[in-house]
């Protein structure tokens, strides 16, 4: 193989594919990119058996070939590489020549034929959607994904397209998030995918552009800006999440996000791992958020609502509450509160956060 290639390509395509690579391998050749040629470009491959992320990038083919490269040491080459013009050639036992300017590296790798294979997705379903409304679909969810292993279908975000409607949906059973979308293009599908690829797929989109999403029955592909991400899907049955769904109640508190938000904060420097809870007594035109520890100290603070419903006083997690306020936009936001034992629900066009009260301790 013998290659020219431009560094902010060859440095975009780096970028992308390196946080694939695992922190620990069992098979080294996962250590490594695959680079192969094709008729209109390089294609460099990272995966960790999970996920794959490919991406086809212009380079000036001099002769055909595929390799390995080390991952890390190659992204630290190239990102300290002057700009302009990159020869990359394979020459005997897998070593690897890198020029640019007056620079050389020579890396060895390992035979392509070692690399797994990334699977093709048979399609099944696909959807397309505008990139920066996929993001904020997912920066509205995946805070609510389960970090408990042994909760497995949990650990991941359930893409549910029913009809015209796309919903997005991450719980870890103390709390939920929903994001609704309606679309033009009908389908039906129900896949869960892993927390790791949500998390890449982030990273990954921008605000302009678009993103095809590919389901098939057992993976799921995404393509988006050139680059090609495959992902094995979470198999089971992701919880009936209609069905805790309250019931929308009349009398909603309004309160000012912003200051909400920062009461919480400043409250929850007062928490404990024995004590997590903080308090929230809620009055006809105050809300006062407090936390006392006995062997630390207190915090208290008052924030003006709009409220008609009954008093009363109900303990949550912060984090949980810290997590979907930081994550909305709207200045003022309604908060459902029932009882001290009934979840509270944040409720905005297209969207429903619920989250289950702790015990105040």
Known sequence: MKIKILKENLAEAVQALQNVIPSRVTLPVLNNFLMETQK??????????????????????QEEGKITIPAKKFAEIVRELPDGEIDISVKKNNSIHINCANSFFKLMGIPAEEFPK??????????????KELKRMLELTIFAVSRD????????VLFDLQEKTFNLVATDGRRLSLVTKDI???????????????????????????????????????ELNGLTIISRLIEGEFPNYRQVIPEEKRNKLKIKR?????AIRRASL?????????????????????KIVPEIGEAREEIPIEYQGKELAIGFNPHYLIDVLKSI?????????????????????????????????
């Open 40 to 61: 209109d470009g390089l294609r460099m491959i990272a995966t960790d058996l999970d996920i794959g992320i490919s991406k086809i990038i212009s380079a000036e083919i």
């Open 149 to 156: 292993e042994t909760r497995y279908i949990l650990n991941g």
């Open 118 to 131: 990334i699977p093709k997705i048979e399609k099944e379903e696909d959807l397309t959607l505008e990139q």
């Open 258 to 262: 912003e200051p909400f938000l920062q």
């Open 270 to 290: 007062f928490t404990t791992a024995e004590s997590l809870s903080v308090k929230l007594e809620i009055f006809k035109e105050k809300i006062v958020i407090s």
């Open 184 to 222: 033009e293009k009908s389908g039906n599908f129900q896949i869960i995918v892993p927390l790791k690829t949500i998390q890449e797929l982030n990273r990954l989109l921008k605000e302009e552009g678009m993103v095809k999403i590919i389901q098939s029955e057992n993976q799921v592909c995404f």
């Open 329 to 361: 936009k709207e200045e003022e936001i309604p908060l459902e509160l029932e009882d001290s034992d009934k979840p509270g629900v944040i409720r905005l066009p297209n969207y429903i956060h619920i989250v289950l009260p702790m015990q105040l301790v």
